[in-house]
């Protein structure tokens, strides 16, 4: 990036400034891994204290009371179908509102707003009625279609504010040579919206990997169960093993987290690659 | 016969593409999130599966909140579960008028299973004389106070509202919140109201409401019993912003001594089960309420949990079988032993199962009691359970003047067809 | 403009091919249930009998229905709140990140992400705990900066019930703005900041006369996100207060849970659900038609 420059005074107060604010914004995640080594006990006695001895007793209650580890292969399952189809989807249609401006471009506008405002509670009974009637109720795709069709249209107004970065010079100079509406989003807005596409891909895997409702409603079977779905075989209507419970939200948040470092690289990278109007 | 009902049930099968197969019955609880209810149902379904390997059941759980959502859900797109676990009161109601459950009178009536239950339990599942569900298990709602702080404090028990106002006034000046309350979810609050109200006026106030009664009405008691939890409010007898705790949360405040009692259910022996160490948990009943109308000796005590059959089941008489099979008085004894819960079958609520101070209340509390009252919030139909929930948590925070929550409540009550 | 009339008419089936996916999966999964919701508002159903026709009935109740319309008061101000503490913030500290701090700017932006991860569960958990009166945090500083008068029951009073939802919001969505604005901020060309240093710009001046004009599609973009989000919010309220006390911090989707799955009203839940899908599509509608008036959206 940037020459380097001298370190100075506001260097320092927004280094302090961040430091203080993220602490504030990380201390759940720090309080549940410490809590997560407690006794149920110890935590009804007080919330906040450190654990005096480390029992794992919580990690073996959690890893026991739920199959984990399979409901967060179906959340792999679902968040990747889910954002593939939405991504997809999404990039097609932003490209088309942005680049071809199509005289009836403001009714889709309308439309898509619409559609991103409807309360997911109201659609329930008609998407099971639906579901059912097309053999999708239990199943993944049958949460995968849905989540991706509620997701579809703010990921396009995502891929649409970036394809309106994008100078129109781009596009008429590859038509001037005579290729095809297909081969110019192919070849040339498709390369350079990789970033965008990202970006889209990461807010949706984020969306979908902690979505609760239409898994609950949808899914019956245990084994087709997601993790937030499963974590609430942790949550008590009159007693709960707070412990337990953190554990099994602890691992529910790792996957993404361990996701996420793997391929920070690769996502600064590929967010870094939006740099086109150098 | 059997062969003919399978038969009918496949062809049933085949026509409408449903995804369960013939002989499977679909089985939908909420007894999951808690380790004593997952227990439970484990117990039952594996014994069940011993006895009757001849029925497979396609078994769907979900945690109490989510379970409502996806019955309801369930139920409104017309493909309810073959056997479903329900609230009593006016949730099975709302099913009972869209006439969405099957009557279970005449199997009732068969080898005494009708008899096996409390009478008063089972009238609480039914609608105009027909049983639409079976009853499960029994709260009851009582003072429970740490028996350890008491002692060492030289406190006694009231047996009289003022001498309970007097202790708490005596708490308070001990630095110590009289009574623990973590109304969030507005139903601990309903306990006191509805005390108060069977204390003045008298049981069954509720239930003649729903039971379309002429004379059925709140009386200018259902104010005066307001007021008086206002001025527990006011007074400072409740924890702080008790209207934005949990039940859980209060729970906390109790077991470490920073709250002195707490009118709560009988799940609240499962939750103190991790209490610090010296605390011993007692109880007290509702004192009574001078010149109160009612007879003192009742209980507010009602049904938590029914199973019902949905009138669509294809399968009617597996469906029975398995209800039959979950409330036998050796499951339901497991259920006592496990979830540290009265269930309504007779004699399945043993001193060894039970334990000593649930054995207690169900023998001589219980067994004392004028009446039974039924959970109001349960009882009444849904909508007007929620503006029952909103006004008296007005009440409490001083929002809502208590005649006009009476009102509220009572136009409600009335407004159901 | 730059697009000649020959050209029209093939852009038009163009347009029209990529985005039928797009429309297929809409029509499907959106706009059948938006029909069907918006058919149901005419009814009175308690899910399980026979729904009973109303006519307007339920929007003529919705209209005199003063719970509704303080909830959609409410939303509208996590809306405006969402974009003071989620966008701008997440903007000033993309930019402080990027051009202040860079050296630590990919560990911040990690921890920052952290609470977009954990389930609202957990989040709500945490901060019912950290409000709790008795052993709570937030009460706990306050008494430590001998403030003990502004010690309360934060949830539990109708005066800040609101308010302390609102603030748990602002912490746990930030980051993903955060995620987004430093991608955008990042692609801001370092000639355009020297230019700018050359005449003796500072930080402030450079934030706010090039980055925020040279990203506003990225702004236009995470508006709509924080928008949305807002007018849709459910899981925080629920577990925080479930719209209490006597639907002090109510919001728009918690009445509507509360009328469908609480008191079986499903009919006047689709009417509920109905309504705010319309003013939700009038009033974003009208707020990006202004923000493309005025130029924050770039190009158009």
């Known amino acids: 990036m940037g020459a380097v420059r001298r370190w100075t005074v506001t260097n320092t107060v927004v280094l302090v400034l961040l430091t203080l604010h993220v602490l504030l914004v990380v201390f759940p995640f720090i309080w549940m891994i410490y809590s997560t080594f407690k006794t149920n006990k110890e935590f009804m006695r007080s919330v906040w204290s450190f654990p005096r001895s480390f029992s794992l007793d919580a990690y073996v209650g959690a890893w026991s009371g739920g199959a984990l580890g399979g409901y967060a292969v179906n959340s792999l399952l679902i968040m990747a179908g889910a954002t593939i189809i939405t991504v997809v989807v999404a990039t097609l249609a932003g490209y088309a509102l942005a680049v071809y401006r199509p005289r009836w471009m403001p009714a889709v506008e309308l439309g898509l707003t619409a559609a991103m405002a409807i309360p997911a509670y109201v659609a329930l009974v008609p998407l099971v009625v639906m579901l059912r009637g097309a053999g999708l109720l239990d199943t993944h795709m049958g949460v995968v279609l849905p989540t991706a069709a509620f997701n579809v249209p703010v990921t396009i107004f995502i891929m649409q504010a970036f394809f309106n970065t994008l100078p129109r010079e781009l596009f008429d100079a590859a038509r001037m040579d005579g290729a095809s509406e297909w081969s110019i989003f192919a070849r040339v807005a498709l390369p350079i919206a990789r970033p965008a596409m990202f970006t889209a891909a990461i807010v949706n895997m984020i969306w979908v990997w902690n979505d609760f409702l239409f898994p609950v409603v949808f899914i019956n079977s245990p084994a087709r169960k997601t993790l937030p779905v499963g974590l609430t075989d942790f949550v008590g209507e009159h007693i709960t093993n707070y412990p337990v419970m953190l554990a099994a939200i602890l691992f529910a948040a790792i996957a993404p987290l361990v996701l996420f470092i793997f391929f920070e690289r690769q996502i600064t990278a590929a967010l870094l690659g939006g740099a086109v109007k150098e | ?417 | 403009m730059s697009t000649s009339k020959g050209f029209a008419s093939s852009h038009n089936r163009a347009a029209l091919l990529f985005l039928s996916p797009a429309f297929l999966l809409i029509a499907a999964f959106v706009a059948y249930p938006v029909v069907y919701a918006g058919w149901l508002s005419l009814f009175r159903w308690d899910g399980a009998s026979a729904p009973v026709f109303q006519g307007a009935g339920n929007f003529v109740r919705l209209a005199g229905d003063p719970i509704f319309w303080r909830a959609l008061g409410r939303n509208l101000l996590v809306a405006l709140s969402a974009m003071v503490f989620q966008v701008f913030l997440a903007l000033c500290i993309a930019y402080c990140l990027v051009r202040i701090v860079p050296a630590f700017s990919r560990i911040f932006l990690f921890f920052y992400l952290v609470p977009v991860m954990v389930s609202e569960i957990c989040i709500g958990l945490l901060w019912r705990f950290m409000y709790n009166p008795y052993f709570g945090l937030v009460n706990a500083a306050f008494g430590a900066l001998g403030l003990d008068g502004l010690k309360r029951g934060w949830l539990g009073e109708s005066g800040t019930a609101f308010s302390a939802v609102v603030v748990v919001m602002s912490f746990t969505y930030l980051g993903l703005y955060v995620l987004l604005f430093v991608a955008a901020v990042r692609s801001v060309p370092e000639s355009v900041y020297e230019a700018a240093e050359i005449d003796g710009a500072g930080h402030f001046t450079k934030f706010f006369s090039i980055t925020i004009p040279m990203v506003g599609d990225a702004v236009r973009a995470n508006s709509l996100l924080a928008i949305i989000g807002s007018l849709k919010t459910f899981s925080l309220v629920f577990v925080l207060t479930n719209g209490g006390p006597n639907h002090a911090s109510e919001v728009v989707s918690t009445y509507l849970y509360k009328m469908g799955f609480g008191s079986f009203e499903m009919g006047y839940a689709a009417t509920i659900g109905f309504t705010q899908m319309l003013l939700t599509a009038i009033g974003a509608w009208l707020v990006f038609r202004y923000l493309k008036r005025a130029g924050v959206g770039g190009r158009t």
């Open chain 2, 1 to 417: 016969m059997g062969l003919k009902r399978l038969l009918i049930a496949g062809a049933a099968v085949v026509l409408t593409a449903f995804p369960a197969a013939a002989g499977e019955l679909s089985f939908w609880h909420a007894y999951a999130g808690q380790q004593d209810k997952v227990d439970f149902i484990n117990f039952a379904l594996d014994e069940f599966a011993k006895a009757h390997p001849d029925i497979k059941l396609d078994v769907v759980a979900a945690e109490q909140s989510a379970y409502k959502t996806k019955l309801n859900t369930a139920m409104a797109s017309g493909n309810p579960p073959d056997v479903f676990y329900t609230l009593p009161g006016g949730f099975l109601n709302a099913f009972v008028n869209g006439g969405q459950m099957y009557a279970l009178d005449a199997d009732l009536a068969k080898d005494g299973w009708g008899d096996s239950f409390l009478e008063s339990a089972l009238a609480q599942t039914s609608k105009d004389g027909h049983a639409y569900a079976v009853p499960v298990d029994v709260d009851s709602v009582v003072f429970w106070y740490d028996k350890a702080l008491f002692a060492e404090n030289g406190w006694t028990v009231p047996s009289s509202y003022d001498e309970l106002l007097a202790l708490a006034e005596t708490i308070k000046g001990e630095g110590i919140v009289p009574f623990a309350l973590g109304n969030k979810d507005a139903w601990p609050a309903t306990f006191w109201f509805q005390y108060l109200e069977m204390r003045l006026k008298g049981s069954g106030v509720v239930s003649s409401f729903v039971n379309k009664d002429a004379k059925a009405a709140l009386g200018d008691e259902a104010t005066k019993a307001l007021e008086h939890v206002a001025a527990l409010s006011s007074k400072g007898y409740f924890p702080i912003g008790f209207n934005g705790m949990g039940d859980q949360e209060a729970n906390m405040l109790f077991l470490n001594g920073q709250a002195a009692m707490m009118l709560n259910g009988t799940w609240q022996i499962g939750a103190s089960a991790d209490a610090p160490e010296g605390f011993e948990l007692g109880y007290f009943a509702f004192p009574t309420v001078k010149d109160g109308a009612g007879d003192q000796s009742d209980v507010l005590a009602g049904v938590a949990a029914t199973f019902g059959i949905s009138q669509k089941a294809e399968n009617k008489a597996d469906a029975v079988t398995l209800l039959k099979f979950l409330t036998s008085r050796e499951v339901m004894t497991k259920y006592v032993e496990l979830r540290k819960t009265m269930v309504t079958v007779k004699d399945a609520t043993t001193e060894a199962a039970a334990g000593p101070v649930l054995f207690d209340i169900s023998s001589k509390l219980m067994a004392a009691a004028g009446h039974l009252d039924p959970f109001y919030d349960t009882a009444m139909p849904p909508a007007a359970t929620n503006i029952y929930y909103t006004s008296l948590q007005g009440v409490l925070d001083g929002s809502v003047p208590p005649a006009d929550a009476a009102k509220r409540l009572e136009d409600a009550l009335r407004a159901d067809k």
